[in-house]
């Protein structure tokens, strides 16, 4: 249970004021309302009242009490002293070898209601605080540190010994652990089990083990890429991470294993408990059954891109072969047009003038030359160049039909229709293409699609469905179902059932599942505040107008700033990093995580 995870700067500034507070800090801990006035003033001395203020801020700021309470910035003493009204500070010096210091300190606790750290109940409700956030965010242990001692602060309950609380959040880390392992290692059949610890097996040919082959993604841009993508998703979810039910198990602690199992060591692995190695494979199997399928999809993005630039400059290549046949093709034509454009020429005799300059052989040559090098102004792509890489996505189309099931928004829907037509043409070939979805086609793909019998062209037609879906895929109208998008959508829409996990992240939350019963706390708070506000707004307003005789003083705007240029050069080096996208973008990327456009009335 290793206790040495605090750096030297948490130990060096565990309750002590380490930098000088900002003004917000001393305008929320240590300014002094009616209240706090009425108790400073039932002491005797400038020295006691200075102190027994002091104190007060600082254990609201601190979360506990100074060993020596006079070991604060001199800032503190000065905003604390200009409340008191008192304009010799040096009296605080006395208050360090004051008895009645101890006195102060039990008279803060009792009239503010600050507890000690062993006290119950606050002590269990909060180590069961500190379990749950343990357990749903899977932070690093400094981080619940920090946590921890925001909460003791925000609790009033006074700060425990640095040693004591580290030793704390080490021992719940690891309760947590143990019980995530445990859930884990049952969650796999005895057969399921079997194959998870051969991934730790290493292959006598390769000397790697399946692990490591599994954990490498596809990079190979080709329709061998694809297939070793498809073979590997296919593997993966061969384990049976997609049908097991960890819907009791919170996604980050997930993740947080599957990336241990996807950089360390298979001999470490092996070398774990065998429950906390179970956990760790059945966590790796979970999570890469999705990872293996973006990572395919990935490849998919990249590979039709290539795809496309890579026809794009076939395309402009064999138009630069053939542009000298082109240009002798349009000479000729030119010869004609000058013939039939003058003016001179009688028409009974045009037609015998044009084939005496130019026959009709190279006229005709020429017109099937000009057909064949040159594109209407409409097509975007080079279909001839397109159409040849037809046998490599036939490779991997068929797998890829039966491994990835799409999904689709609502304006993506006849693309949906075309894949799926596809798919289903693959299983059964008896389907006649007349039913092939054709909504949204271009006439420029109209007319490489269908021949001259107004037959669909399998070639073109299937070329035409994978660029809407790459298109589609990128826009975010077309996605796919995962089984934690699954998972999301049951604990964030209504209805749907929360279970286990929704009473614990109230409870790490200090909230209930009814929204109504907090807001008479909530409405007494704000009205609280704001009548605070207003009294000390008018209190402010009387002294300004008692300064000065009596006279008036007008308050005039504040001085504008001039931002530096370091402040604007960062602010530029910023937003050149932000990604550029619309609104709809960013609500259908967030209605890919969570559903909740299905959530929405009609």
Partial sequence: MPVDFLTPEQERRYGRMIEEPTPEQLARYFWLDDRDHHLVTQHRGSHNQLGFAIQLGTVRFLGTFLTDPTDVPISVVRYVASQLQMANTRVFERYRGSESRWDHTAEIRKAYGYRDFPDQPHHFEFVRWLYHHAWLTAERPSVLFDLATARCVEKKVLLPGVTILARLIAQIRDRVATR??????????????????????????????????????????????????????????????????????????????????????????????????????????????????????????????????????????????????????????????????????????????????????????????????????????????????????????????????????????????????LRDYEGAKKIPWTQAPVTGMTTSWQQVVYDENDQIQQRAYTFWVLIRIHEALRHHDIFVIRVSDTMTKAQLLPGTGLGSSASTSLRTLDRTIDAGAGSPRTREKLNTAYQQTAERCLRIQMSVWRTFRGEPVVLTALDKLEEPPSLQTLRSQIQSLLPRIDLPELLLEVNTWTGFADALPT
């Fill in 180 to 421: 995530l392992w445990r859930l884990l290692a049952q969650v796999p059949n005895y057969s399921e089990r079997n194959r998870l610890e051969q991934l730790l097996t290493a292959k006598v040919s390769s000397r790697q083990t399946e692990l490591d082959h599994l954990r490498r993604p596809p990079t190979n841009l080709t329709a061998k890429g694809m297939l070793e993508g498809l073979e590997r998703l296919a593997v993966v979810r061969s384990y049976g991470g997609t049908t097991w039910d960890l819907s009791h198990i919170p996604v980050g602690r997930l993740h947080t294993l599957a990336r241990f199992a996807a950089a360390a060591r298979a001999q470490a692995i092996s070398r774990m408990s065998l429950e906390r190695q179970l956990a760790t494979l059945v966590a790796f199997a979970n999570v890469f059954a999705i990872t293996a399928q973006d990572d395919l999809l990935e490849l998919f993005d990249r590979l039709m891109t290539e795809l496309l630039a890579k026809t794009q400059q076939e395309g402009k290549r064999a138009r630069l072969r053939t542009i000298r046949d082109l240009d002798a093709a349009a000479r000729q034509l030119r010869e004609a047009c000058v013939i039939l454009l003058n003016d001179q020429t009688p028409d009974a005799k045009l037609r015998a003038t044009i084939f005496a300059r130019v026959s009709a052989e190279v006229l005709t040559d020429s017109i099937q030359t000009i057909d064949a090098l040159t594109r209407r102004p409409e097509e975007n792509v080079y279909f001839t160049q397109l159409f040849s890489h037809y046998n490599g996505i036939r490779r991997f189309l068929p797998q890829m039909f039966r491994m990835i099931h799409f999904e689709a928004n609502s304006s993506a829907k006849p693309v949906l229709d075309a894949w799926r037509f």
